[in-house]
Each structure stands twice: as structure tokens, then as C-alpha cells.
């Protein structure tokens, strides 16, 4: 058992939160700053074993603890302490995201606001929280349809927005009477257990929250175990496929938010003004680490140089530069791998016919040489039979496509496996709204992108996941329905083998 005080300054050292304790691991892991190649942090490194712990402790907590069995406005006034406490802690998320994700510290700010903007929202859901009644089922018969906490709850969140997903995810469980046990990214842990040790401030219950950091392994016992009702997950998917394996011991339920390769489609009857902002916005915020980066700018082809000339002159004026600074557009990307990856992926590119028009390499600024900084990059004339087209590159890279027709548009928007969102810009509502209907994603953007209001629904169609996050519909992820039907009155020998009553196969 250790005491984790509060750190704000690196290196900070954590151990697991279980059961209302600080728990140390075995073993640990060090996070090095993707800015600067310094160890910032050192989280324990969870085992199986740790798991078991923590989701004992949940399990403990809802079977017997006083956090299920609270009413809707004991949990939202709870809810509302914690996004007091969010707030007035904004600095310290913003810096722990920015310092071990990588993202410029303006963007982890707007991350910040909006992790208490979900958890006021997910506020008012607990109190909201009802079944309903039918009447109709005959004269003898009331159906009562209660909706119910799932029970233990697991979330396993990734490290692009740390402390956002966790909270498009953990006060919607909370809300619902679930209790929790989070798995955050090895790699961006901190925000995460901060954001423990303010529930616990609050005065959430112990074992209602419980987090367990590591590796793949830690999310891998998770998603495998048995006491976990219900699971949600943020991230790739191919760890999201192993997770749905993972997961068939005891046919938890589950939502995955996946990857994405979103369009940004604009038409030449747009605000193109509008429009490139809008594109740039959308191919180059967090870093392009986003899985509704707009990676994908589909343009019609009589407006296209000047278009992308006017993209390509905007995204030429992003500043790269440290996470911390305020200034900074673009920031480290999360490690050195996956910076390599990246530019593998531009060099396939153009090996396949594509055109670098901008970018295409790591920063060359001798300040930002010990980090993992790339030039913002856009390539043109990419055709959906290339990898850059249909694989999803997580980075400040933005590919260009044109096209003639609406159809076309609309066909080169569908031709991948991913269906997260995509962006429709154009004037003339009369072609924008059916082209929003034709996309087969969870989300469309029409003359705006990457707006995402808790009160909507968010998740993908085919390979970008299942279920959804915020909403009713998100928040509905962490509940059950009981359908209790009740007879009044005397049976009269209605219930006899063969007797006409109401029944189910
Ligand atoms: P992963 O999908 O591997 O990681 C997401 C989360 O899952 C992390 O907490 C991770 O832990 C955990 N995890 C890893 N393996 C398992 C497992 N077998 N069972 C359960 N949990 C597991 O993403 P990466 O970090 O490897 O990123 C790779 C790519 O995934 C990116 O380049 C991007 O394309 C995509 N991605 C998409 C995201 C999205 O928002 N949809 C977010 C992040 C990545 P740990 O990090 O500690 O290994």
C-alpha cells in the first residue's frame, strides 16, 4: 500500500487506485515525454492479479455498497462536485495530457472544459433515469419495464484525449448506478488517476471507481474477466477485435469506438473560406491523433488547385512546436514508432503516385530535435487503391481526392472499411442534407466538423466500432432493461397448458 500525494510537477509516481487505496505494483512503467524524450511519469505496471483486486473491489461496491442504491440526484449532486473540482483543476489536466500525450496544451485546455461539460451532462441523466409502464397488455396486466445499472463496469481508454473519452465514458457508468474500473493508456496515465483522486475528494464511495494502469496485458485481463458486465473501449481496431474475443467467456456487453477515415467533402457551391478552415481544422487538430481526424479532403474537381492551394497555405502557417507552449498548433505525436510508421506511410504514398504539395518529413527546427515532430503534411492526387486512401494514418497528414459528381463524392466517402464521421460543405441544403443520409457513418458534419455536444450520440457503422457514447444513447450502454409483468385479479385457470394468455417463444 502507498499514499500517492498529489504531484503536479514531473516526475510524478503512481501506483494503482483500488478499493479507495493507492496500491503499488511490482513492477513499473516510466513515461517519456514524447516533446522531449524525459521521463515524466511512472505508473505501476498492472498484472492480472491487480485487476482481480480491482474488480473485486467494484464488484464489492455494487453488490453491496450505498453507490447502486442512491437516488438519481445523490449521484448527480455527486456528479456536480466533480465537475466543480474539474474545473477548478483545469491547469493541472491540461498540462498532465499536453506533457505525456503530446497534444499542444491549448487543445488539452478545450479537452478539460469539455470533461466537465460531460460530466454536468451525465449529471442530469442520473437523475433522468427511468423505465416505463404498459398499460395496454390486457385489463389483468400491468408491464413494468425498469432499466437498471449493468453492474461492474470496465473502460479501457486510449491516449489521444485522455481525460476526455475517459469522461465520455466514466461519468455516464457512474450516472447510471454501474461501478468502474478504468484501464487508461500506459503511455498517458496521470490525468486519469488525478481525476480518481477527485471523485474520491467528492466523495464517491470506495471501490465505486478503481484504476489499474499498464500495458495491453492489464486491458487484456480486464476485457477477459468474468466480473466485468459491461465493457467500453476507445481505440484501434485491431486491439478493439482482440477486446471483442476477449470478451466472449462470459458474453459481456460491449461498445467499441474505433478508427476512422473521415471525409472532408467539399463541394464547389461551398463557403470555401468556411471550408478551408474547417479542412485544416479538421486534418491537423490534436496532432491528426484523432479518430474523427477529416484525413480524408475529397474536392470537387473545378474548385480543386485553388482550394487545396488556399489548405496548403493555411496548414504552412501551423506552428509546430512544444506541447506546452501556447502558441503550438501541432505537437509531438505520441512515440518514436509510431512517428516512424507515419513516415513510412507518406514515403508508400508517393511511391504509389502520390504528390507531397506540402510537408512530408519531421520538423526541421533544431529546437524540436529530440522529439517526435512532423511537418504538417498534405498529399495530393491519392486514389482510393491506395493505402493512404482506406488505412487510417493517425497523424498531421491530409490526403486529397477530387471528384466530379455528387454520386462520385458520395462513393469515394463510402470506399473504406471505416465509418466513424465525415463532413459535408456545401450551400445548397437541397444536395448537403441527402448526402449527409447516403454516408454510412455514426457521424456527419454539415458545414462544420469535429463538433461533438454530449447530447449526441457517437459511434461508428461498419469496421469504426459498435455502440454508442454520450447521449441517451451512450448512457444507455451502461444499463439493463427488466421487463416485470404483473397480473391482478384471480387466474381463473387462465394459466393451464393450452389456455389462451400472453406469452413469449
Ligand atoms: P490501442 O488500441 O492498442 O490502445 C488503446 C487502449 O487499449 C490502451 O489503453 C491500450 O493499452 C489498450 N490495449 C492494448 N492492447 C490491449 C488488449 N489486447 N486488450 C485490451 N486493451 C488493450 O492503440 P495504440 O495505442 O496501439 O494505437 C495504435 C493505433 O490505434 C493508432 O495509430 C490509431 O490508428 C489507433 N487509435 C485509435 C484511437 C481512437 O480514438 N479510436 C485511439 C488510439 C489509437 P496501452 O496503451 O497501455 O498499450
Known amino acids: 500500500m502507498t499514499t500517492s500525494p498529489p504531484v503536479t510537477a514531473p516526475p510524478r509516481r503512481y501506483g494503482h487506485f483500488i478499493g479507495g487505496q493507492w496500491v503499488d505494483g511490482r513492477e513499473?512503467?516510466?513515461?517519456?515525454?514524447?516533446?522531449?524524450?524525459?521521463?515524466?511519469?511512472?505508473?505501476?505496471?498492472?498484472?492480472?492479479?491487480?485487476?482481480?483486486?480491482?474488480?473485486?473491489a467494484a464488484r464489492r461496491a455494487f453488490d453491496d455498497g450505498p453507490w447502486p442504491r442512491m437516488t438519481g440526484f445523490e449521484r448527480a449532486a455527486l456528479l456536480h462536485r466533480v465537475a466543480e473540482l474539474i474545473d477548478a483543476h483545469a491547469d493541472?489536466?491540461?498540462?498532465?495530457?499536453?506533457?505525456?500525450?503530446g497534444k499542444p496544451v491549448r487543445l488539452s485546455r478545450g479537452d478539460v472544459a469539455g470533461a466537465a461539460q460531460l460530466t454536468r451532462y451525465a449529471a442530469g441523466l442520473a437523475v433522468q433515469m427511468h423505465g416505463s409502464t404498459y398499460t395496454n397488455n390486457g385489463p389483468d396486466f400491468t408491464g413494468l419495464v425498469l432499466r437498471e445499472p449493468s453492474g461492474v463496469a470496465g473502460l479501457i481508454t486510449p491516449w489521444n484525449f485522455p481525460v476526455l473519452i475517459l469522461c465520455q465514458k466514466?461519468?455516464?457508468?457512474?450516472?447510471?448506478?454501474?461501478?468502474?474500473?478504468?484501464?487508461?493508456?500506459?503511455?498517458?496515465?496521470?490525468?486519469?488517476?488525478?481525476?480518481?483522486?477527485?471523485?474520491a475528494e467528492a466523495g464517491l464511495p470506495e471501490g465505486a471507481l478503481n484504476v489499474v494502469t499498464g500495458d495491453g496485458r492489464a486491458g487484456q485481463a480486464l476485457a477477459e474477466h468474468h466480473g466485468v458486465d459491461v465493457l467500453s473501449f476507445t481505440g484501434s481496431t485491431a486491439t478493439g477485435r482482440r477486446i471483442l474475443e476477449a470478451s466472449t467467456g462470459n458474453l459481456k456487453k460491449l461498445s467499441l469506438e474505433l478508427g476512422g477515415k473521415a471525409a472532408n467533402i467539399v463541394f464547389a457551391d461551398a463557403d470555401l473560406e468556411d471550408a478551408a478552415e474547417g479542412v485544416v481544422f479538421g486534418g491537423?487538430?490534436?496532432?491528426?491523433?484523432?479518430?474523427?481526424a477529416q484525413s480524408r479532403l475529397l474536392v470537387q474537381a473545378d474548385v480543386a488547385d485553388a482550394f487545396l492551394a488556399e489548405v496548403a497555405a493555411r496548414a504552412e502557417k501551423l506552428r509546430v512546436g512544444q506541447p506546452l507552449d501556447e502558441a503550438t498548433d501541432v505537437g509531438a505525436l505520441i512515440h518514436d514508432r509510431h512517428l516512424e510508421t507515419v513516415l513510412g506511410r507518406v514515403e508508400e504514398a508517393r511511391r504509389q503516385g502520390g504528390e507531397v504539395v506540402t510537408g512530408g518529413g519531421r520538423s526541421p527546427e533544431a529546437s524540436l530535435a529530440a522529439g517526435q515532430f512532423l511537418q504538417p503534411t498534405i498529399l495530393d492526387r491519392v486514389t482510393p487503391d491506395m493505402s493512404a486512401f482506406t488505412?487510417?494514418?493517425?497523424?498531421?497528414?491530409?490526403?486529397?481526392?477530387?471528384?466530379?459528381?455528387?454520386?462520385?463524392?458520395?462513393?469515394?466517402?463510402?470506399?473504406?472499411d471505416y465509418g466513424l464521421s465525415n463532413s459535408v460543405w456545401s450551400?445548397?441544403?437541397?444536395?448537403?442534407?441527402?448526402?449527409a443520409k447516403a454516408l454510412r457513418s455514426g457521424t456527419v458534419?454539415?458545414?462544420?466538423?469535429?463538433?461533438?455536444?454530449?447530447?449526441?450520440?457517437?459511434?461508428?457503422?461498419?469496421?469504426?466500432?459498435?455502440?454508442?457514447?454520450?447521449?441517451?444513447?451512450?448512457?444507455?450502454?451502461?444499463?439493463?432493461?427488466?421487463?416485470?409483468?404483473?397480473?391482478?385479479?384471480?387466474?381463473?385457470?387462465?394459466?393451464?397448458?393450452?389456455a389462451a394468455h400472453p406469452t413469449v417463444a
Not at 176 to 196: I, N, Q
Not at 284 to 292: I, K, M, P, Q
Not at 427 to 435: N, Q, R, T
Request: net charge negative.
Open 28 to 56: 513499473e512503467i516510466d513515461r517519456a515525454a514524447p516533446a522531449t524524450g524525459e521521463v515524466v511519469s511512472t505508473v505501476a505496471a498492472g498484472e492480472a492479479s491487480d485487476v482481480d483486486a480491482a474488480v473485486a
Open 92 to 101: 493541472l489536466f491540461a498540462r498532465l495530457d499536453a506533457e505525456e500525450g
Open 170 to 199: 466514466l461519468p455516464f457508468a457512474l450516472a447510471a448506478g454501474c461501478t468502474v474500473v478504468v484501464k487508461p493508456s500506459e503511455m498517458t496515465s496521470s490525468s486519469t488517476l488525478e481525476l480518481a483522486r477527485l471523485y
Open 284 to 292: 491537423f487538430f490534436n496532432n491528426g491523433e484523432c479518430c474523427v
Open 391 to 416: 488505412e487510417e494514418i493517425f497523424a498531421p497528414v491530409l490526403t486529397v481526392s477530387r471528384f466530379e459528381t455528387v454520386e462520385d463524392a458520395v462513393a469515394l466517402a463510402n470506399a473504406v
Open 427 to 435: 450551400k445548397d441544403i437541397d444536395k448537403a442534407l441527402p448526402v
Open 445 to 498: 458534419y454539415v458545414n462544420t466538423t469535429i463538433d461533438a455536444p454530449p447530447t449526441m450520440p457517437f459511434g461508428g457503422y461498419k469496421m469504426s466500432g459498435v455502440g454508442r457514447e454520450m447521449g441517451q444513447a451512450g448512457f444507455e450502454e451502461f444499463t439493463e432493461v427488466k421487463s416485470v409483468n404483473i397480473r391482478t385479479g384471480k387466474r381463473a385457470g387462465t394459466f393451464g397448458i393450452g
